[in-house]
């Protein structure tokens, strides 16, 4: 039996970074992947998806070019090139996290886990079974597309995010069952290439729990790309096969209709990866949805035995999972740490991208803060003008007493860029005065944060202030 300090059982971003930290720490660390080092996020999400986005920008602003005195040939889309940069995209990133991992003394082991005990478990893998003893165990084997009774995924006619990242062919009419982020993203690079998208939302907005204000001028944008939308709708299932499908809703007074399409994309949801590994047989506990409830240092029930990412709950982001597994691997080291986040940042990189940290306005109210707000339009900014990306605004939430600042929610060019300043203000303890005082260089898109501080005052520069 071979025996660790500590076992990371998931090589995502929350285990593969939890493990590299272990080993600087001088932790005899494993780590043990049954599929690809790198997880969703870098092999079938994240990466993938912000590589095909990226096409889409470069696919519209070539059409554009002109606009500014370019003349170019019309461009077209070959998907199955395209799916070729983004897998080197991956190969490269998921080989640098391989080596990363060897460099800090871990040792990679394949296969799947099962605990056989609260101190061991056993790998199953190609090179047959092992048994592996351990004084402390992380759990990292993250999340996965909830698939819905009225439409199981076959892959090829109903399909998850997982295969709409590795399509060889633009589909001609896309239907997307949930307007959350992972369906927007890919619903809008998709209509980028050419497609017709329509998506079905059962909430009454899309993105929901985002800032209302985001989300309507997010619409509009929608609208425009001819993005069709049906919020407060329920999709009750399909008809057909080989791409000739129909898709049957109901909207909220009952009223039923089909939409034709060759596609159909679901985005409801994930669920947790915490079946199939004897947690049972280690003594840790789930919840009734499989989410691993823990403490503030990421302890199971168990106390060796931690818990990190989407398995855990939360937010199902992939910076937060790698927060928490540095939090983990710390105590796991004998460091007293804690995980403390005032606010998550997050990002959706729909076009234009949209970033929100901290409390929406409504949450604000709801909080019982006394709200002050306020905006800055993109339209108002030069460097936007110049990069002809000028749809959307920075929003500053803050409390009109304290003039602490509570929330930022960003729609427009490089939000996810942005937000990371707004995160830092709020975990800082900032107030509206000490973004508006600080000087940001111009021209950039920074400046907008800037801008919607003194707006919060009524003292924004380059736009009319609202008496």
Same mark, same amino acid.
């Given at each position: ?79 199955? +090139?395209?799916? !070729? ?30 605990? &056989? ?38 892959? *090829? ?14 589909? *001609? /009419? ?49 609208? *425009? ?8 709708? +329920? ?8 791409? +000739? ?7 909220? *007074? ?57 398995? @855990? ?19 796991? !080291? ?50 936007? $003008?110049?990069?002809?990306? &000028? ?5 500053? #939430? ?5 003039? $602490? ?12 860029? $942005? ?12 107030? #509206?005065?000490?973004?508006?005082? &600080? ?15 003194? @707006?919060? /005052? ?10």
């Amino acid at each position: 039996m071979k025996s660790f300090d500590a076992v990371v059982i998931g090589a995502g971003p929350g285990g593969y970074v939890a493990a590299i930290r272990l080993g600087q720490l001088g932790v005899k660390t494993a780590i043990i992947e049954r599929e690809n080092v790198g997880g969703v996020c870098l092999n079938w999400g994240c990466i993938p998806s912000k590589a095909y986005i990226q096409a889409a920008k470069l696919f519209e602003g070539i059409h554009g070019a002109a606009e500014v005195g370019i003349t170019v040939a019309a461009p077209a889309i070959d998907l199955k +090139k395209t799916r !070729a940069w983004k897998d080197s995209i991956v190969q490269r990133l998921t080989g640098g996290v391989s080596m990363l991992l060897q460099k800090a003394g871990v040792e990679i082991i394949k296969g799947q886990a099962r605990f &056989t005990g609260p101190t061991s478990l056993v790998v199953e893998g190609a090179e047959g079974k092992q048994e592996i003893g351990f004084r402390n165990a992380m759990i990292a084997t993250g999340s996965r597309s909830l698939e819905i009774p009225p439409f199981p995924y076959d892959g *090829k006619d109903v399909i998850s995010s997982t295969e709409a990242l590795d399509l060889d062919a633009v589909p *001609k /009419h896309l239907c997307v069952i949930g307007g959350g982020v992972i369906g927007l993203e890919i619903g809008m690079y998709l209509n980028a290439f050419g497609a017709e998208v329509t998506v079905v939302e059962m909430m009454d907005q899309v993105l929901p729990g985002v800032d209302a204000e985001v989300v309507k001028t997010l619409g509009r944008v929608l609208k *425009k790309r001819k993005i069709k939308v049906h919020t407060s709708t +329920k999709a009750l299932g399909y008809s057909g096969k080989g791409g +000739k499908l129909e898709v049957e809703i109901e909207d909220q *007074k009952g009223k039923r209709s089909k939409i034709a399409c060759d596609k159909i994309l679901v985005s409801v949801g994930r669920r947790p990866n915490s079946e199939n590994l004897g947690l049972d047989q280690a003594g840790v506990q789930t919840d009734k949805r499989g989410f691993i409830p823990v403490d503030q240092q990421l302890r199971t029930n168990v106390a060796n035995i931690f818990a990190i990412g989407d398995v @855990a709950g939360g937010m199902l982001l992939a910076h937060k999972a790698s927060k928490e597994g540095l939090v983990a691997a710390a105590v796991i !080291a004998g460091k007293n740490e804690i995980y403390d986040v005032r606010a998550m940042p997050g990002a959706i990189f729909t076009e234009p991208e949209v970033a929100t940290v901290g409390l929406s306005e409504e949450q604000a109210r709801a909080a019982g803060h006394e709200v002050a707000v306020g905006r800055f339009p993109f339209t108002a900014l030069g460097k936007s $003008l110049a990069a002809r990306d &000028t749809e959307g605004f920075v929003k500053i #939430v803050s409390d009109k007493k304290t003039d $602490l600042v509570l929330g930022v929610h960003i729609i427009g060019a490089h939000a996810s860029d $942005l937000i990371s300043e707004a995160a830092l203000a709020i975990e800082m303890g900032a107030t #509206v005065e000490d973004i508006a005082l &600080t000087v940001h260089p111009h021209p950039t898109l920074g400046e907008s944060l800037m801008e919607a501080a003194e @707006a919060v /005052h009524g003292m924004a520069v380059h736009i009319l202030n609202p008496k």
